[in-house]
């Protein structure tokens, strides 16, 4: 039985569990009182044991390290101060200490903080897809206002493409499920894929789309559809003042379709201000990407930017048709032939070698050298070792190999012996080469960037190089998404994708919001140094300088909503005293 609030103190566990809180508290204790090898002797201030015992708890709650778990202690200790301070400006003390205790009183009807989950649910607004993408556009626009009063937006920006999935359980399917992953390497399951546009460059979400399986317009594989969200996007950034110079995408989006698209400029409406952006996403391989990427090292004679292209039928966008008519040519299959920059980049990623295409390709020319002159080796030694055990012995006998069952051990003599194990040798010494030759094609990446009608990018290979480097930025949206996924969401009861759309999207006009103070932060200690108040790269201004490991301390997300949290708790909590007192 729950005994009431007037018989146990405020100070007391409420109700049957209180011999259990206890006694968690007193474990958590006397945990801390341990004596250990490292230490010998445990000696802390009066009131440190709790204090760090409500750390811990706090960090399981917000999910958080101690600096999380102390952001939210601190909340907590401004919200009493607050009610505190509001009291004691009452003219009657007294009746005020008696009235806030009524308000909150867990018999009092109208609770001064909670509401009924259903309460909550149907509090939400009822909206369309395109209606809860309009939200964040908003958002967009209201924050670039602000990092433009504050000299923090960037003439240019990047755009980068992406996708989320969450995974939804529902015995009653409605047509809108589609197959997706959790987790990394989880097994498909039925739930919701959400397509995100970020300005990574400004730090700040463009859009947030669902995506269905059976609804016409909203089909990934419906170009038209795609492009037109593309182009709204675009327009968002260009009316915030900003030009969108490049739309950065992963390998899932590298596909004919994208790449004609933007060299006919039809990602984004036709505007003197602004240039038509470019598309860029890594070269997307088959079973084929060992033998392209080897073939262009020891063999091909291209340079670091040469023109590749990638097939379009029109068979698969009818409605796109006449847009390429006459700006591509047609390959035999009657497909068109859409031209790309392909961009070589060497030792860019997980390397610190730092080395040149013509060193590379000399080292991978030298080891294909050593792979035929030893694979040549292995096989006269292998003949040699055959014919040999024929002339010692009349039993059939394997080709010597490095396979995972026992090795032969007893021979006829010890040339046979020799033989046998110089083949085992060699095999050992073209293994390890082939090694080498995997290592040298994982140091290099190939990228491809959307090439403008009628243009070269072999007279540019510098400008290229450049575009493929600023590869770089997309993951921006990467982390961006994380910190939402990790921080800014809430977790959504119901199969209905729009609700769970409005709580990805609330994430992110947080998130927003936070990019948006934390950048304010940026350029008052920019001030403070006396250092330049830029935030952009001055010949590139749609890279981001990054000032997270210069200056410390900086805004976080945990502790702007923990913050926030705080000033909604503390003004709700004023506001009714106020009206009381």
């Known amino acids: 039985m729950v005994c009431p609030d007037h018989v146990i103190p405020l100070a007391e566990p409420q109700g049957i569990l209180g011999s259990e809180i206890l006694r968690t508290l007193r474990e958590f204790k006397e945990m801390l009182a341990k004596i250990s090898r ?21 960090a399981m709650i917000t999910g958080t390290g101690f600096d999380g778990a102390n952001e939210l202690l601190e909340s907590i200790q401004t919200c009493v101060r607050t009610v505190l301070l509001e009291i004691k400006r009452a003219k009657d003390v007294k009746l005020a200490i008696d009235k806030a205790i009524a308000l909150f009183s867990r018999d009092n009807q109208k609770n001064l903080l909670l509401v009924h989950r259903t309460t909550a649910e149907l509090a939400e607004p009822r909206l369309t897809r395109r209606q809860v993408d309009e939200l964040i556009a908003g958002n967009y626009k209201a924050c670039m206002a602000d990092l433009t009063s504050m000299g923090a937006r960037s003439p240019s920006a990047i755009l980068a493409i992406d996708g989320t999935e969450e995974q939804c359980r529902s015995k009653y399917k409605n047509g809108l499920h589609v197959y997706v992953r959790s987790a990394k390497g989880a097994a498909w399951e039925l739930g919701y894929k959400y397509s995100i546009v970020d300005d990574v460059t400004n730090e700040l979400f463009v859009s947030c789309m669902q995506r269905g399986s059976w609804v016409v317009d909203n089909d990934p ?3 038209v559809s795609w492009i037109n969200d593309i182009r709204a996007s675009v327009a968002r950034v260009r009316d915030a003042g900003s030009n969108v110079e490049c739309i950065e995408a992963d390998r899932e989006y590298f596909s004919a379709d994208l790449f004609a698209c933007a060299t006919a400029s039809l990602l984004a409406p036709v505007d003197p201000r602004f240039t038509a952006p470019r598309v860029m996403t890594p070269r ?21 930017v040469f023109v590749d292209h990638v097939a379009l039928s029109e068979a698969r966008h009818p409605a796109l048709k006449h847009e390429f008519d006459g700006l591509f040519e047609k390959n035999k299959k009657g ?36 792979i035929d002159n030893t694979a040549r080796t292995i096989h006269d030694a292998q003949a040699e070792y ?33 033989l046998f194990r110089k083949c085992i040798d060699l095999q050992r010494e073209l293994k390890r ?85 934390r950048k304010a932060e940026i350029m008052a200690r920019l001030r403070a140094m006396g250092s330049p108040t830029i935030l952009w790269n001055s010949r590139r201004p749609w890279i981001r300088l990054k000032f997270a490991g210069e200056i ?18 503390t003004s709700a909590i004023t506001n009714k005293l106020k009206n009381e007192f």
């Open 38 to 58: 490292q230490v010998a002797t445990v000696i802390h201030d009066p009131g440190t044991a709790e204090k760090v015992v409500n750390m811990e708890l706090s």
């Open 433 to 517: 080469l082939e090694k080498k030759k995997s290592s040298i094609i994982s140091s290099v990446v190939f990228f491809a960037v959307s090439l403008r009608a009628n243009e070269d990018p072999t007279k540019d290979i510098d400008t290229f190089i450049l575009f493929a480097k600023d590869y770089h930025s997309r993951w921006g949206i990467e982390n961006d998404i994380k910190t939402i996924k990790h921080v800014f969401r809430r977790h959504v009861h119901g199969r209905k994708p729009t609700r769970r759309q409005l709580a990805i999207v609330q994430g992110m006009i947080i998130h927003d919001y936070w990019k948006v103070a």
């Open 221 to 223: 594989k419906s170009l």
């Open 386 to 418: 055959l014919q040999y055990h024929s002339h010692v012995s009349k039993k059939p006998v394997a080709v010597p190999s490095l396979g995972r069952g026992r090795q032969r051990s007893k021979f006829a003599d010890d040339n046979e012996d020799l």
């Open 335 to 370: 497909c068109h032939d859409v031209p790309y920059a392909c961009v070589a980049l060497i030792d860019e990623y997980r390397s610190k070698k730092q080395r040149t295409l013509d060193e590379i390709r000399a080292q991978a020319k030298e080891i294909q050298a050593c």
């Open 552 to 569: 410390s301390n900086l805004l976080s997300p945990v502790r702007f909503l923990i913050t926030t949290w705080c000033h909604a708790i």
């Open 284 to 304: 997307r391989f088959g079973p084929e990407k060992i033998k392209f990427t080897w073939n262009y090292l020891v063999n091909s004679t291209q340079s670091q």
